[in-house]
Each structure stands twice: as C-alpha cells, then as structure tokens.
C-alpha cells in the first residue's frame, strides 16, 4: 500500500473543525468517522478496503475517505477521474470514495471535505457557513421615519427577516410615498430580544445594520424595479437578481 495521506485527513479536519475521528467497529478497527458535534451526522469516514472492491483490475489494500457531495453531476464527473470511485459505504446516493494514496491531490481533497462539512451540517450550521448575502428589505413609513433614520447615525437597529444573518447586505426599499431604494447597510448584529406588537406588525428580534451608500429617490423607483430587474413587489425580505446587485453598486 503506497503512503497513505490519513494523517493529513486527520489533521486538517482536528485543525479546522475540531473533529476527532471515532472508531466504531470492532470489526473494522482501522475505520472511523468524523461526526458534526450538533446533529451527530458524519461528514467523512476513513477506512481501509480492498481495491478490486472499488475496482475488479486493481489489487491490494488503500485508505480512502469517504464524503458525501450535494450534486449528483459533480459526483458522476468526478467518478470519471482516477482516484474517485462511487461510496465503497453506500452502494448509491451522493457519498464518494476517494482514494487516500496520492492519486488526488491533498488541496482537492481539502475541498471536498469542506463541502461534504456543509452538506451534512444542521439547518442552523448551515446559515453560518453560507456565504453572505444580499437582501431587499421594505420599511414602511407609516410606523418608522426610515427617510431620516440615518440623519444623526450611521447605524440603527431594524427589524431582522428570517435568514439574515450578521456579515450581509440588505438594500432599505421605502414604501409610498417614496417608493424607492434609499439605503444600502451591511448587517453588524442579529439576534436581538424585541418584543413588539402594533396594528398587526409583530417583531420578536432586531438586527443592528450599518449605513454603507445612500441613493436618490428618484433613482431606484418601485418602476423602475419592475421594468428593468423584474422586482414587481417588496413585502418582506428577498434576495436580489445579480443585475440590480451590480447596478447599485
């Protein structure tokens, strides 16, 4: 069996997720698992098998890691370069084998530790390893003077939607009269306790966001919305196609 790459799997995985491997099997006591410490799921398994199990032309024993992909594409693709094999585990499905003798590069292998890490992360984990994002948010006049919210500061607290996280940008629509983009703010904090209750409007958390670039009114109308980036309606927070994205700057 040539060197096997298994301690650097273990490494980097003991590094960057505090991961420690978990030997399971009495049967097999060179196996073991790496699991999320939330939901217990396993994003990776490191074990030793049979080569003619994963290939009937090759012989002798490797190590191999096996990770779970969320594309069946990349799967197949990957499948068809040497050194990739379907889960040696899981006779199908988006786990792969990948072999740990030197075949794949370590950086690759990296990679796709990385992602079958976000795949099997809980919902919660999830929101934290996305990138960040960038959101429409509507406020309404009629219950905050967001037109001059940001006269004396350059930071409030709003009303935070459901998937906004601290690290994203959220673009302040103002309703009619104004009717139009006024403000872009990156979002500082989130998870503020609010408890509050008028007219219908019910708000249990706040997120701090931060003034980033101010816009003329008559620049990013409601109209102008529909016309040219398909936006027909701002009634909570959404995200944005990359066309207004890059028109705003």
């Given at each position: 069996m040539k060197n096997s790459l298994r301690g650097d799997v273990y490494?980097?995985?003991?590094?960057?997720?505090k991961a420690k491997p978990e030997y399971l099997w009495a049967s097999s006591p060179g196996s073991a698992v790496f699991r999320h410490p939330d939901n217990r799921k396993w994003f990776g398994i490191v074990m030793s098998v049979s080569l003619e199990k994963l290939d009937r032309n090759r012989s002798g024993k490797a190590d191999v890691l096996n990770v779970k992909l969320d594309d069946l594409l990349l799967r197949d693709m990957l499948v068809g370069q040497e050194?990739?094999?379907?889960?040696?585990?899981i006779a199908r499905g988006y786990w792969i084998s990948i072999l740990l003798d030197g075949t794949v590069p370590f950086d690759d292998i990296k990679g796709l530790i990385d992602l079958s890490f976000a795949v099997t992360a809980s919902k919660k984990k999830k929101q934290e390893l996305r990138p960040p994002k960038d959101w429409l948010i509507p406020s309404n006049p009629k219950y905050y003077d967001i037109v001059r919210a940001f006269d004396g500061t350059d930071t409030i607290e709003w009303k935070q939607g459901a998937g906004i996280r601290e690290g994203d940008t959220v673009y302040l629509y103002v309703g009619a009269p104004v009717s139009a983009i006024l403000y872009k703010c990156l979002v500082?904090?989130?998870?503020i306790p609010y408890d509050f209750h008028r007219?219908?409007?019910?708000?249990?958390?706040?997120?701090?966001?931060k003034l980033q670039k101010r816009y003329p009114p008559e620049e990013f109308t409601f109209s102008r919305l529909g016309t040219e980036f398909g936006i027909f309606a701002v009634r909570g927070p959404r995200g944005i196609p990359e066309s207004l994205k890059n028109a705003l700057g």
């Amino acid at each position: 069996m040539k060197n096997s790459l298994r301690g650097d799997v273990y490494g980097y995985v003991a590094e960057k997720y505090k991961a420690k491997p978990e030997y399971l099997w009495a049967s097999s006591p060179g196996s073991a698992v790496f699991r999320h410490p939330d939901n217990r799921k396993w994003f990776g398994i490191v074990m030793s098998v049979s080569l003619e199990k994963l290939d009937r032309n090759r012989s002798g024993k490797a190590d191999v890691l096996n990770v779970k992909l969320d594309d069946l594409l990349l799967r197949d693709m990957l499948v068809g370069q040497e050194g990739y094999y379907y889960g040696y585990h899981i006779a199908r499905g988006y786990w792969i084998s990948i072999l740990l003798d030197g075949t794949v590069p370590f950086d690759d292998i990296k990679g796709l530790i990385d992602l079958s890490f976000a795949v099997t992360a809980s919902k919660k984990k999830k929101q934290e390893l996305r990138p960040p994002k960038d959101w429409l948010i509507p406020s309404n006049p009629k219950y905050y003077d967001i037109v001059r919210a940001f006269d004396g500061t350059d930071t409030i607290e709003w009303k935070q939607g459901a998937g906004i996280r601290e690290g994203d940008t959220v673009y302040l629509y103002v309703g009619a009269p104004v009717s139009a983009i006024l403000y872009k703010c990156l979002v500082t904090a989130t998870d503020i306790p609010y408890d509050f209750h008028r007219d219908g409007l019910t708000i249990k958390a706040l997120m701090t966001i931060k003034l980033q670039k101010r816009y003329p009114p008559e620049e990013f109308t409601f109209s102008r919305l529909g016309t040219e980036f398909g936006i027909f309606a701002v009634r909570g927070p959404r995200g944005i196609p990359e066309s207004l994205k890059n028109a705003l700057g």
